[in-house]
């Protein structure tokens, strides 16, 4: 039997789906692959100044911009021996914490939910839902407005560069974002409520889970460890032996660690930093265990719980925000100006955006331009893991008609939130 999709709506990006399964459900052949063409993203960046990098990397997504864009100005400050302020890491948090919010909003409520109740049609889902459509709608407007106010602007943000920022917000305009901030965490509750209803579809595969750690608090901004697994590395050491990229699927980036597949993201945050969840976050994941009747353990066997991951993540980070603002509010906001001399060197940086961990890599020349760049997207991590966990669904359900196949297979592979422009090089 084949199944093929031709084309997968509602992710990021271009991609489909062909699997070849006999009878007795064995698998014969099964890609998920992307539909885009050659981007050259890296090859565009060679030969350019490192100021014009921040702005040219934030266009390689038009959802994720935040992340490539501080991970840029990270990476070429480690190159170049630039120390940024507290000030400066502040409002990076504060941007990018936001920017997980919108994404996770987005993914949760209005590309991946539907699937889970059967209704195709985007019309039909809002008047079914309406009163968590609004509320999904109000939560995704503070973070992009907290985007705006950051950024210069609410998609590819123009202020972050290396070194600090062009433009300080407007205290103002933060204060009044404190406030809307309280009315989405009144938001997320109830859609919180929503995704602990879902009837979640059974698949049971244990899997590797990436995340920053450093088992102090819940790390998303730069830092120094990857946790996988029982295993912590540095994260240079990790993105220079650990994963190893397959060079089979031009031009998609498919990465492996240790030649496995594994997942970063949400539930992979959530799985090595549980215990640093805000305590009603925590609160949260525990009631719907109980709920749900299952196990720790078992919660991370079924990546299908990506979705009710990043439903805790939105509401964690509500509350970041929220202590982030107010620390923000507690000092003298200042322009910065940074002197920055060059000189041959290189530069690695890695943070978490919505989907996972992100890595950039910059070489520069004695003139402060760009000799050699790489970029590892979450994406390009977890795309060997969907074909991994689809090998374990598609037997469950091949004797369904071939239109609900189909209908699952999607929602599978929606479930991980792919965002195919970000692995396409």
């Known amino acids: 039997m084949k199944i093929t999709i031709p084309h997968i709506h509602k992710i990021e990006g271009e991609a489909g789906f062909w699997a070849t399964v006999t009878k007795t459900g064995k698998i014969e052949e099964l890609k998920f692959q992307t539909l885009l063409g050659l981007r050259q993203i890296e090859g565009i960046l060679v ?33 170049l021996n630039v120390k940024v302020s507290e000030q400066t ?18 993914h949760l409520f209005f590309l991946s939910l539907p699937d889970f109740f059967n209704i195709e049609n985007d019309l039909e889902f ?20 907290m985007t705006r106010i950051l950024g210069g602007r609410a998609v590819h943000p123009i202020t972050p560069i290396v070194g600090g920022f062009t433009k300080m917000p407007e205290k103002e305009e933060l204060k009044k974002i404190l406030k809307e901030i309280s009315q989405a965490i009144e938001d997320i509750n109830l859609l919180i409520e929503t995704f602990r209803k879902v009837e979640y579809p059974e698949l049971e595969r244990e899997t590797f889970f990436g995340s920053l750690f450093n088992g102090k608090n819940y790390p998303f901004y730069f830092e120094k460890i990857v946790k996988i697994g029982e295993h912590k590395f ?9 994963i ?41 994941f525990n009631l719907f265990l109980k709920e749900k009747k299952i196990s720790e353990k078992d919660y991370f066997k079924n990546i299908f719980h990506n979705l009710f991951s990043q439903a805790i993540e939105v509401f964690h980070f509500l509350q970041i925000c929220q202590e982030l603002i107010k620390e923000i509010l507690k000092m003298p906001l200042k322009e910065e100006k940074r002197e920055i001399k060059f000189f041959s060197s290189s530069g690695l940086s890695v943070l978490e955006a919505p989907r996972g961990i992100l890595f950039h890599y910059y070489e520069l020349d004695k003139n402060g331009r760009i000799s050699n760049c790489n970029i590892i997207t979450p994406t390009a991590q977890f795309l060997h893991n969907i074909e991994e966990d689809l090998k374990v669904f598609l037997p469950k359900i091949i004797k369904l008609k071939k239109k609900e196949q189909i209908r699952k297979i999607r929602s599978l592979i929606r479930v991980y939130d792919p965002c195919i422009s970000c692995a396409t090089h």
Do not use: W
């Not at 702005?55 to 480690?78: D, F, K, Q, T």
């Not at 890491?89 to 994404?103: G, Q």
């Open 47 to 79: 030969g350019r100044r490192y100021f014009e990098v921040p702005i040219v990397v934030s266009r390689i997504c038009g959802i994720c911009p935040v992340p490539h864009i501080l991970a840029a100005c990270i990476a070429l400050e480690n190159a």
């Open 126 to 145: 809002l008047k079914k839902f309406k009163k968590e459509s609004k509320a999904a709608l109000r939560v995704r407007d503070v973070a992009l407005k």
């Open 234 to 242: 540095s994260f240079s050491n990790f993105y220079s032996v650990e």
């Open 244 to 284: 190893e990229e397959d060079l089979k699927s031009p031009p998609i980036k498919k990465v492996r660690f240790r030649g496995q597949a594994y997942m970063v993201g949400a539930i992979a945050r959530i799985k090595n930093n549980q215990d640093f969840l805000k305590k009603e976050a925590r609160e949260e």
């Open 89 to 106: 890491i502040l409002l990076r948090k504060l941007l990018l914490a936001a920017n997980i919010i919108h994404s996770h909003t987005l």
